[in-house]
């Protein structure tokens, strides 16, 4: 008989890392599962269909809503749906593998309520200033953009306490281990 498998959380503001992280730690984990999001936009140039996103039309992704087909969702930029399909989630897990979902603070919430049981997981900075940096950092985003962003890294950032574990990315090898610590310490039976 197969042991289910867990879900776990990951949360945190941008540019704290949370993207480098996770792709060690399912590097290091082949027992983990990571969700892929539904979306109602196009796949963008080089995208591929329940790789990068289930691209779905708007009435595929109203009947999931509808149904109850999904753990979270949102429109982003008031334009597009993005969430997270629940029926690939629960059959990862039934299959024993313990799924990863990186959500925004809004996602991690929705998924709180609709799995009490998911470990929810915070990725935060070692510090205000090295968060400020590592996003300029980037190069990725305009001054008024990451103006945007900070405004709500401030946000995220003060409701951490209600996730159930704290990891402060301080290095990626560091928070990988950690990350993979309270992962496989939550599935010791």
Same mark, same amino acid.
Not at 35 to 46: H, L
Not at 63 to 87: D, F, I, S
Not at 134 to 146: K, P
């Given at each position: 008989?197969?042991?289910?498998?867990?879900?776990?959380?990951?949360?945190?503001?941008?540019?704290?890392?949370?993207?480098?992280?996770?792709?060690?730690?399912?590097?290091?984990?082949?027992?983990?599962?990571?969700?892929?999001?539904?979306?109602?936009?196009?796949?963008?140039?080089?995208?591929?269909?329940?790789?990068?996103?289930?691209?779905?039309?708007?009435?595929?992704?109203?009947?999931?809503?509808?149904?109850?087909?999904?753990?979270?969702?949102?429109?982003?930029?008031k334009v597009h749906r993005y969430g997270t399909p629940r029926k690939p989630v629960e059959d990862a897990m039934a299959q024993g593998y313990n799924v990863i979902l990186e959500l925004d603070l809004d996602g991690a919430r929705q998924v709180r309520e609709a799995m009490p049981d998911a470990r929810q997981i915070f990725i935060a900075p070692p510090s205000w200033d090295e968060l *400020?940096? !590592? @996003?300029?950092?980037?190069? %990725? #985003?305009?001054?008024?953009?990451? *103006?945007? !962003? @900070?405004?709500?890294?401030? %946000? #995220?950032?003060?409701?951490?306490?209600?996730?159930?574990?704290?990891?402060?990315?301080?290095?990626?090898?560091?928070?990988?281990?950690?990350?993979?610590?309270?992962?496989?310490?939550?599935?010791?039976?």
């Amino acid at each position: 008989m197969i042991t289910p498998g867990k879900a776990f959380v990951v949360c945190g503001p941008t540019a704290v890392g949370k993207g480098t992280v996770l792709k060690e730690v399912l590097a290091r984990d082949p027992h983990l599962w990571y969700s892929v999001s539904a979306t109602t936009r196009s796949p963008r140039p080089g995208e591929v269909d329940g790789v990068h996103y289930f691209f779905v039309s708007q009435a595929k992704f109203d009947e999931l809503v509808a149904q109850n087909g999904m753990l979270e969702w949102a429109v982003v930029h008031k334009v597009h749906r993005y969430g997270t399909p629940r029926k690939p989630v629960e059959d990862a897990m039934a299959q024993g593998y313990n799924v990863i979902l990186e959500l925004d603070l809004d996602g991690a919430r929705q998924v709180r309520e609709a799995m009490p049981d998911a470990r929810q997981i915070f990725i935060a900075p070692p510090s205000w200033d090295e968060l *400020q940096e !590592r @996003l300029r950092g980037r190069g %990725t #985003e305009d001054e008024e953009e990451q *103006q945007r !962003r @900070l405004t709500t890294a401030r %946000t #995220e950032l003060a409701a951490q306490d209600e996730f159930d574990d704290v990891v402060i990315n301080d290095t990626v090898a560091n928070a990988t281990t950690a990350l993979l610590n309270i992962i496989h310490s939550s599935t010791v039976e």
